[in-house]
């Protein structure tokens, strides 16, 4: 492909790397530029509409054009554009937001500390374990256990985290005290005939005999998203986090929600927690916290995890960790007239309603020769493509059939992403029943092309 001399394309390839991309690729494709949002869609440089599918990174609750958070955003840019919260310093939009956090925690919470994205949150949620373990005088209490195809970033310990090939792949990573566990998948991993309880109970009994051959004592945390996101969207099976939970309480290991993407109505409640009666100990939030527009990233705590890290704050005499925006008085100015709209509105009632139906639509897509299963809850869905439904494959090369039936629903203007052979759906919290119906009735035609060309 030539790209135009000096158009946006030809400069973005001559001076931006781009993040989650094949750099050599881009330099033939160029990049695909957007310049405005309206509502749930988004438009192109050409003028091309698109339905955004994916609310952006999974991210965008109240769509692309809210004027409220644009209005928040400049009144606070105009009162207080930046301050820090470091050494006791503090200021009004980072205690409201805190002491709003802390009210809409589903469980007991006591303090909120701020990052900028998910992947800090989730370093630091590392860190303070750490420091905690240290402070209570259990230096070998270190190790968490995440699960494969978990997603919690790209940072170097959110990276070790992450359960997923490619963010470790000559990265050098995961990190020492990283362990990994199945990922709760009934289609892709469970055993031939085993219902999704029977699942649940045999991935805790693995759980249990990881936690047994590594030393309880070894152990401080859980990580988990509610319903892993980025892996492939994984909606855990029926009983799960009730088993995972009971396995974590007898070895006195604490709970850590990644809400990153569940967070904030995506599951049709306020928190993924709520959906799946989850006790965390610590809470991560980003994403539909500013709907995105400004990045922010959160994690809440409880009694038991804060006072024996503030004991030892005391006792070196400071916490040494903390980023230059954190608290930031724009994000958190932006994430409390956020939270207002989505209460406001009813999104997490929308998110349940508009969600359901979602899930019942492209449920209806079951019976396509190159569909091999449809899942999802609330407004979060994936659709896995296969070849042969028996065997469960595609082509040879996993990601091919995704990524082309992806490249071909965005020319027919739906944007999604393609986990591998799966493709998610996750719109902005506002989108309607008319948005569903144009999503699906375009994802349908977009497959029976791919199939004409490729069964
Ligand atoms: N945790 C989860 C569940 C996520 O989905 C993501 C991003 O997709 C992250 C953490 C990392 O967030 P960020 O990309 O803001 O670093």
């Known amino acids: 492909m030539t790209l135009h001399p000096n158009s946006i394309e030809a400069r973005d390839v001559a001076y931006h790397m781009h993040s989650y991309t094949n750099a050599r690729a881009h330099q033939e494709t160029g990049p695909l530029v957007i310049d405005r949002g309206e509502g749930a869609y988004v438009f192109d440089n050409t003028g091309k509409k698109y339905l955004e599918a994916m609310a952006g990174l999974w991210s965008t609750a109240v769509g692309f054009s809210e004027q409220r958070l644009v209005d928040a955003a400049t009144a606070q840019m105009q009162k207080l554009p930046y301050y820090h919260n470091f050494a006791s310093r503090s200021h009004g939009p980072a205690v409201d937001l805190a002491e709003k956090l802390i009210q809409l925690a589903p469980v007991p919470m006591s303090k909120v500390f701020f990052t900028n994205s998910g992947s800090e949150a989730n370093d630091t949620v590392l860190k303070l374990l750490w420091y905690r373990s240290n402070a209570m005088g259990q230096p070998q209490r270190k190790k968490i256990i995440s699960r494969l195809r978990g997603y919690h970033g790209v940072t170097i310990a959110s990276a070790s985290m992450t359960g ?241 039936t992806a490249a071909r629903l965005l020319e027919n203007g739906v944007i999604s992403r393609a986990m591998l052979d799966a493709l998610a759906f996750c719109p902005p919290m506002i989108v309607t029943r008319s948005d569903i119906d144009g999503m699906v009735s375009t994802l349908r035609r977009t497959l029976d092309e791919v199939a004409a060309e490729v069964l």
Request: proline share 5%; glycine share 10%; net charge negative.
């Open 164 to 404: 997923l090939p490619n963010n470790h792949r000559s990265f050098d990573l995961p990190i020492a005290n990283v362990l990994h566990t199945t990922c709760p998948h009934h289609y892709r991993d469970a055993h031939e005939g085993e219902s999704e309880e029977d699942f649940a109970t045999r991935l805790a009994a693995e759980l249990e005999e990881m936690i047994l051959a590594e030393g309880p004592d070894t152990i401080m945390a859980m990580i988990g998203e509610p319903v892993m996101g980025a892996g492939g969207v994984v909606v855990p099976p029926a009983t799960y986090w009730d088993k995972v939970q009971a396995v974590l309480k007898k070895y006195d290991i604490l709970l850590v929600a990644d809400e990153v993407i569940c967070g904030f109505g995506r599951t049709g409640k306020l928190f993924g927690s709520m959906t799946f009666a989850m006790k965390p100990d610590i809470m991560v939030m980003s994403k539909q916290l500013t709907s995105t527009y400004f990045p922010l990233s959160a994690l809440m705590m409880n009694e038991r995890v804060f006072e024996p890290i503030a004991d030892e704050s005391n006792k070196i005499g400071v916490l040494g960790h903390g980023v230059t925006g954190a608290a930031h008085p724009v994000g958190a100015a932006i994430a409390l007239e956020n939270i207002k709209i989505i209460e406001e509105r009813g999104l997490v009632a929308n998110a349940a309603e508009v969600g359901a139906y979602m899930q019942e639509q492209l449920r209806t897509l079951s019976d396509h020769p190159l569909v091999g299963e449809v899942r999802g809850i609330g407004l979060i869905a994936a659709v896995e493509l296969v070849l042969d439904k028996e065997s469960k494959t595609a082509f040879e090369k996993p990601g091919q059939l995704g990524a082309k």
